[in-house]
């Protein structure tokens, strides 16, 4: 008999790990708040990673794992992440086969581009908008399945909860319409978070509305154990926005755009200068790191603004369209500016987060039957991601993901009493209860604004301890005003703030491990920079940061890093890599 | 000097099938503002004109990059993304409307979910052997890619479909959309093999004869995706299909 499982979350992990449970017969129910063409991964612009090894310039799967171990700071455990560098070549032809209009060479094959942390040609693109390329073809092959009859679609709903038995294993989920706000319970044999990255915490980032971790946090909440929360990707390249920061592709390096700013009235290409072994391919740690000190040490910033340049104006408009046009076409309509002829205004914003729900080399979590896969599993990069290696690990992970379900549905077949999933309703109705009756001052939409100020202030690219300490402090002051929250709309048709109120809750649970895990951590590695431990301590800080939720706040354990394959050493981009 | 700032008139409705209505709310003027940073400008302080605190708009957006899709509105009379209509191109109050050829939900928020079902009429993939390792895909000229690719950057938005003048409550046709899909499908070596069922899903109810070349399609298309090119082209291969059928039976 087939398993059923449950996805939450239609980006590039759910929607892989729904067509592979498909094919093997499985049924499957796949939830997503928006209707999954329309998910975050479709923002991913630069391309994915594969060491297909095209350009006669021996790269090899095992350079590509040494480049994502050193770019990651040691902190990844090493075997799932080698196991991704050998399963990337063979994901990237699957998706050519699926029909993804990769850029070709002359010769009608795949073509490669540089991309941030390594030397080789290594990354797959469709022009600039390979996210939204590769979430078509899934989409394409799940819509396949959805017409056979085994993928049932839940667009439109929101997983509110994990269902669980009285042994704490995951039973299924409770999920609300966003429509009718009408509150379901469903089974399942295993269920896959796929809900991608909490960008939503630090109000404006690079990434979607529907970013803000609220099902993560659930699970946290739960019980799910959440690792390497403090580790947190500032892209040093996006455009300062109202409503978001937009992201300007690594790719726009890649092909040979340049960083600069003015120093003694001529540009300084000040990347190129700091690091000559990478240039402005140097990690993007490093680069957001350079930028945040030509602008607030150095006092270099564009006309006295915390901006610098981001210049493509020097290289050939011809094939700039051919390979970068979709993020060339984003600056333009929304700085009113054509950056084939005036370099690009840019600055670093928040855009992803290496930390997410713990899971094992299966991408199950602490919680049986619970998978999480995505920018929401912590797995892969360590304490710095590097380029086009966010959609490889998306699409690995929901591939592993599937034998591993299927296992797990075969070996736990007993099935739950109902009153696991009534009392799991019941309990979320009183909760929504409770937020249709909050009519304080405060409004949500003002206090999620607060919490992202502050977590954007002190806990993305340089952190103190005190300013963590005070940030803490903050949140559980945020916390005790979310209840002095006033409702605008008591509709119960389609009523955004009621659900936008429980998400602000659950993006202020997950906010305290991301900052009181950065707090514990004194040393400096990848993303996380304090400049009172400048330097990485392997002795003591070597390992994973794992959270576990409790009603006084997260209560913290660490897991030694499996370093079994690759010996550390220091990573330095100012010189050639040392080989491994 | 008082502060300057943006009028906003939205259309609201607060159930599928309650009345619509306008209201009016003004948000301070900031250049990089966009439709939907001012929609979210106004759920931190839901207050009209008049003065009256009021439900904030419901609406729909996502990645605000104009590549989900999710945003799609009526802004003074024209189809667009919200999120890339810039407030410093705007002059004088503005009208947000929603999409008038789908259902409403509440307020600027509708229902598209028909145009991902004509998708699935239309079988648009690549019906491959399995997932598993089966080595490289085709090879591909450059030139296809590039032309290939235009099709390919679809976000499945409903401009097209809002204005064009053949989707009414009187007709069944899926629109230009689907079809410049269906064609995308056609260029991929591997998706020519199956262009016959696409084919066949095109000269049924709602297929491409419905077009009546008004090319308002390709005018309002955001991804400027050259859809007349498709219809055309798709129109052309249904007609030899058909013609095939017809003396093959």
Known sequence: ?580 | MAEKTQVLRIKRQETPNSEPYYEEFEVPYLPHHNIVSMLMEIRRNPVTRQGKRVAPPVFNANCLEEVCGACTMVINGRVRQACSQLANSLHGPVTVEPMTKFPVVRDLWVDRSTMFASLKKARAWIPIDGTYDLGPGPKVAPEVQQFAYLFSRCMTCGCCLEACPQINSHSKFMGASVIGQVYLMSQHPTGKMNLEERLAAMMGEGGVADCGNAQNCVEVCPKEIPLTTAISAIGRQTTIKWLRDLFMK
Not at chain 1, 461 to 472: P, S
Not at chain 1, 501 to 511: D, G, I, K, P, T
């Open chain 1, 1 to 580: 008999m087939p398993g059923h499982h449950i996805i939450v979350g239609g980006g590039l992990a759910g929607l892989t790990a729904a067509m592979k449970l498909a094919e093997q017969g499985e049924q499957v129910d796949l939830f997503s708040i928006v209707p999954v063409k329309r998910s975050h991964s479709v923002c991913a612009q630069g391309g994915i990673n594969g060491a297909v090894n095209t350009k006669g310039e021996g790269d090899s799967p095992m350079i590509h794992f040494d480049d994502s171990i050193y770019g990651g700071d040691f902190l990844a455990h090493q075997p799932p992440v080698k196991a991704m560098c050998e399963a990337a070549p063979a994901i990237i032809y699957l998706f050519d086969r699926m029909g993804v209009m990769f850029n070709r060479t002359p010769e009608g094959l795949l073509d490669f581009r540089r991309f941030g942390g390594t030397k080789h040609h290594r990354t797959a693109f469709a022009g600039a908008t390979t996210g939204q390329q590769l979430l078509y073809a899934l989409d394409e092959q799940v819509r396949r399945y959805e017409a056979a009859g085994l993928v049932r679609k839940f667009e439109g709903w929101e997983m509110l909860s994990l269902v669980q038995d009285e042994s704490g294993n995951c039973r299924g989920i409770v999920a609300i319409d966003t429509r009718s706000l009408e509150m379901q319970a469903f089974p399942a044999d295993t269920t896959l978070i796929a809900t991608g990255g909490p960008g939503l915490v630090f109000g404006r980032s690079t990434q979607s509305l529907v970013c803000t971790g609220s099902a993560v946090s659930a699970c946290y909440q739960a019980g799910t154990t959440y690792a390497n929360g403090e580790f947190v990707q500032v892209h040093p390249t996006a455009m300062q926005g109202e409503d978001k920061n937009r992201l300007i592709s690594e790719s726009i390096r890649g092909e040979g755009g340049r960083v600069w700013t003015y120093r003694d009235g001529k540009p300084w290409y000040f990347l190129e200068d700091m690091y000559p072994a990478y240039g402005n391919l140097v990690p993007r740690d490093i680069a957001t790191r350079a930028i945040h000190k030509v602008v607030y040490e150095m006092k270099l910033g564009v006309d006295g603004n915390p901006l610098v340049y981001l210049d493509v104006s020097h290289l050939d408009p011809e094939e700039l369209q051919r390979k970068v046009a979709g993020v060339l076409e984003i600056y333009e309509k929304f700085a009113g500016q054509d950056p084939r002829k005036v370099p690009m205004k840019i600055f670093p914003a928040m855009h992803y987060s290496m930390g997410g729900l713990w899971v094992d080399y299966h991408q199950q979590t602490n919680v049986p039957g619970l998978f999480a896969a995505g920018e929401c599993d912590f797995q892969y990069h360590g304490a710095n991601r590097l380029g086009a290696n966010s959609l490889l690990s998306c699409i690995h992970a929901g591939n592993i993901c599937e034998p591993a379900m299927i296992n797990y549905a075969k070996s736990h077949k007993s099935a739950a009493s109902s009153q696991i999933f009534d009392q799991e309703l019941k309990r979320q109705r009183e909760s929504f209860d409770h937020i249709f009756k909050l009519s304080g001052p405060e409004n949500a939409f003002a206090v999620w604004r607060e919490l992202g100020d502050i977590m954007t202030e002190n806990v993305t690219v340089v952190r103190y301890n005190d300013k963590l300490k005070a940030t803490d402090n903050k949140l559980l002051e945020l916390k005790d005003r979310w209840s002095r929250i006033g409702l605008n709309d008591k509709g119960k048709w389609a009523n955004q703030e009621v659900l936008f109120v429980r998400q602000l809750w659950n993006m202020l649970e997950l906010a305290r491990p991301m900052t009181l895990g950065a707090l514990n951590r004194n040393e400096s590695r990848g993303a996380h920079y304090k400049p009172d431990f400048p330097e990485r301590d392997d002795q003591n800080f070597m390992k994973t940061t794992m959270a576990a939720w409790s009603s006084d706040g997260p209560r913290f354990s660490w897991e030694p890093v499996d370093v079994s394959l690759i010996k550390p050493r220091p990573r330095r981009y100012d010189i050639e890599k040392s080989a491994a």
